[in-house]
């Protein structure tokens, strides 16, 4: 399995390493991913209220923002052309993917994912569709997310920043998200399949992915290195626009500045 999560090429090798038929390789994967994606409630989990005030101190040690409970980004992993709702999986660079969802917390470990859906999916819709969407709505959640969407709890970056407050502003929360582009980056180098094609039908597509966070974050708990200045993700991102923010989103955006960064 784990050799799979690098080089998915490899299944033949592994197969006559261990003289079975790389069928019998293929369905061991799956098995296997399956059994991890069982765990994630157990290895990939957002923190609790009491956790997050804790959360939100390492946070503002990276660059001063304040309230933050985790930082969100999306990346496309890109799979071979299903059979099903083809052209619903092509992204806007034109390949076939899906549209990956994170959120990790100050040390790169993963604390929320979602993939399942088709590469063309707005990233703004993976979010409002998402289940730690309907925590943040319904106040379970009480701190920040940084990131490029339009909602009261999360914040985004001032588009054309007017004064020295808002490029303080910006570049605290810059600094700050930078956290999960590093760490898309260490993942996706952690297992090579990520950046290459997944030659899957999406649902088995999205299981590997989320074994391989799963494994990931097993990793951070047992203090394997990572490469700390992976680069960013390489792959094309769900959106690089921000969009216009809420009028709610505006007055708590407007409030930090004013608090935090005047």
Known sequence: MADFMVIEEEQSVIGDVFRVH??????????????????????????????QDVL???FFAVA?????????D????????????????????NFHSINVQLICDPGSKITNVTAEWPGSTHDARVLSESNIYLSFEDGTHRGLLLGD????????????PVGAAQERYNT???????????????????FHCLRGELRLEPTKAGRVIIACVVLFNISKDFGVLMDEHADPDEAVQPNQDVEDATMEGHATRDMLVQTFFS
């Open 172 to 190: 605290a929360l810059t600094k700050t998200r930078v956290i999960i582009e590093r760490t898309i980056g260490q993942l996706k180098r952690r």
């Open 56 to 58: 939100a101190e390492r």
């Open 149 to 160: 969407s339009s909602y009261p709890w999360l914040m985004t970056p001032f588009r054309n």
């Open 22 to 51: 790389k069928s019998t390789v293929c369905r061991a994967v799956h098995r296997v991913a399956l059994a991890l994606c069982r765990r994630i409630d157990t290895h990939v989990k957002f923190p609790s209220r009491d956790e």
């Open 74 to 93: 999306g990346t496309h992993v890109r799979i071979q052309a299903p059979h099903q709702y083809e052209d619903q999986f092509v992204n806007r660079k």
């Open 64 to 72: 001063g923002f304040p309230r933050v409970c985790g930082v969100i």
